[in-house]
């Protein structure tokens, strides 16, 4: 895989490890950072499932990610309109980049997750937090908003828990945080590790391709299909992986009491 600047990434076991590699700044991201979170999952999009089942995002040092860099935060205050919105839209395609991923994904977050760090883990499919850690979404101290990012944190936490969240820019640990649904497990160092292998050995279980599928069946529900269009859609769905390779392997290896082909080489 491409060598970057600002992250690292690796394979392992077929865990892709994404680790924010800025940790002299507590790992705050610019916009070296945003294109090169954006062109890894390009990379891992085209990767097959006996390569990746699961990706990982993680910082480096001391902190998962302190949000914005406050040096770029800086020149990006002297672009024109048109120059922000650029900026500002390549944030959002990075959120939806490791939203959309056709891999589970998972945030492990210690630390700190300030601002815009709460985007990069609340795209992903599950977050473990260590119970210290401090969140934040602290924009409106600074006289901003947390726009780009909103999506992503209501989806999880839902409107009203939003606005407590948002309005007051508080901050709050990972108890806290499981408990908004930002996070969903929250421990400390021991038991977030044994978490951790614990749900990657449930997600390498599952049928890749099934795991797949249904990552975009729950992107369309929520976000692309009338109810209609839903009904319609999610009976072909089935029809279709009933009669699949995966599906058959799957209901043949549950009907003869055994493991099916895909977990052979996890």
Same mark, same amino acid.
């Given at each position: ?19 924010l ?10 916009e ?8 890894c ?5 085209k990767?097959?499932y ?26 990006v ?7 922000n ?20 994904t ?33 924009e409106?101290?600074? $006289?901003?908003?947390?726009a ?24 709050f640990? $990972? ?7 930002l996070?969903?497990?929250?421990? $400390? ?24 599928t249904?990552?975009?069946?729950l ?9 209609e ?17 995966e ?20």
């Amino acid at each position: 895989m491409k060598d970057y600047q600002t992250i690292e990434f690796s394979i392992e076991n077929k865990i892709g490890t994404i680790t924010l590699n800025r940790p002299e700044i507590h790992n705050a991201f610019n916009e070296t950072m945003i294109g090169e979170i954006i062109e890894c999952f390009e990379e891992i999009e085209k990767l097959d499932y006996q390569t990746l089942r699961v990706v990982l995002l993680q910082g480096k040092g001391k902190s998962f990610c302190a949000g914005a860099d406050l040096n770029w935060m800086k020149g990006v205050a002297n672009y024109s309109y048109d120059e922000n919105y650029l900026e500002s839209y390549k944030l959002s395609m990075c959120f939806n980049a490791i939203y959309s991923c056709k891999f589970p994904t998972i945030a492990k977050v210690h630390g700190a997750a300030i601002g815009g760090a709460n985007g990069l883990l609340a795209a992903c499919d599950f977050v473990l937090a260590h119970k210290a850690t401090i969140f934040s979404l602290s924009e409106v101290k600074i $006289g901003i908003v947390p726009a780009c990012i909103s999506p992503y944190v209501m989806k999880r936490v839902g409107e009203f828990k939003s606005k407590e969240l948002m309005l007051t820019g508080m901050r709050f640990n $990972g108890k806290e945080a499981q408990l908004a649904g930002l996070a969903n497990w929250s421990f $400390g160092e021991k038991k977030l590790k044994a978490k951790l292998d614990h749900l990657i050995s449930m997600l390498k279980t599952s049928g890749p391709i099934a795991v797949s599928t249904c990552k975009n069946l729950l992107y369309d529900v929520e976000n692309v299909w009338s109810h209609e269009e839903a009904m319609e859609n999610t009976a072909k769905m089935i029809a279709d992986l009933r009669q699949s390779e995966e599906g058959q392997e799957g209901m043949s290896s549950f009907l003869e009491k055994r493991k099916p082909n895909w977990t052979n080489d996890n």
